[in-house]
Structure formats: structure tokens, C-alpha cells
């Protein structure tokens, strides 16, 4: 069973940065593609960004196009996401998700969860 832990969310203010970090210690992540998702309160849960297995291709959604970044090391067995010139609306909890038949989808694993809190 891969098991996913999120880490790196916390409070920042608007304009800051934080970096989450998605870790598997049990299992390699090499034969997954990995999404970055978030879930306001009251709002449904929407796809952030996405990374292929290899790292070699990437997606964003256009809400945070230019200002995250989404990065893998399979030796380490973590994925990245680098958020940057952070805005309110980006508050959310956080999840990374594993998908093993590509980053379309369907995203079988899933971690508890980091909140991250932007104040204006």
C-alpha cells in the first residue's frame, strides 16, 4: 500500500512562499505520476498541478500558472510543490495524490492532508 505524507503547509502572508513536500517511505514513486490537489472550505476539492513519473511533463492549473512549481526526485522518493507570491485564495488543505496509470488519472492514493493559510 503507498502510503503519502504532505508536509511544508503553515500560515504565510500574502505575496510570501512556502514549499510542500509529498513523501513516500516505504515505496518507490518511480511508476507513479503525482498531483498536487486543494480543498477549500466549502468549495470542491480541485487539481493544482500534476507531475509524469518520469518528471519529464508537467500540468498547472491556470490559477496558479507562473507562480507554482511542481518538482520530483525518485531517488528521494518526494515530490515538490514551490508556491510562490502566495494570494488568500490560495488557502486550502492541500493533498498529493498518486495516480499509476498516468497523470489523467485515476488517482488511487492520497495523503492526510497539510492546511495552508494565507493571510491577506
Known amino acids: 500500500q503507498l502510503q503519502l505524507v504532505e508536509s511544508g503547509g503553515g500560515l504565510v502572508q500574502s505575496g510570501g512562499s512556502l514549499r510542500l513536500s509529498c513523501v513516500n517511505s516505504?515505496?518507490?514513486?518511480?511508476?507513479?505520476?503525482i498531483g498536487w490537489f486543494r480543498q477549500a472550505p466549502g468549495k470542491e476539492r480541485e487539481g493544482v498541478s500534476c507531475?509524469?513519473?518520469?518528471?519529464?511533463?508537467?500540468n498547472y492549473a491556470d490559477s496558479v500558472k507562473g507562480r507554482f512549481t511542481i518538482s520530483r526526485d525518485n531517488a528521494k522518493k518526494t515530490v515538490d510543490l514551490q508556491m510562490n507570491s502566495l494570494k488568500p485564495e490560495d488557502t486550502a488543505v492541500y493533498y498529493c495524490?498518486?495516480?499509476?496509470?498516468?497523470?489523467?488519472?485515476?488517482?488511487?492514493?492520497w495523503g492526510q492532508g497539510t492546511q495552508v493559510t494565507v493571510s491577506s
Open positions: 507531475i509524469s513519473h518520469s518528471g519529464d511533463t508537467t
Open positions: 516505504r515505496f518507490t514513486l518511480d511508476y507513479y505520476a
Open positions: 495524490a498518486a495516480a499509476p496509470g498516468g497523470m489523467v488519472g485515476p488517482y488511487d492514493y
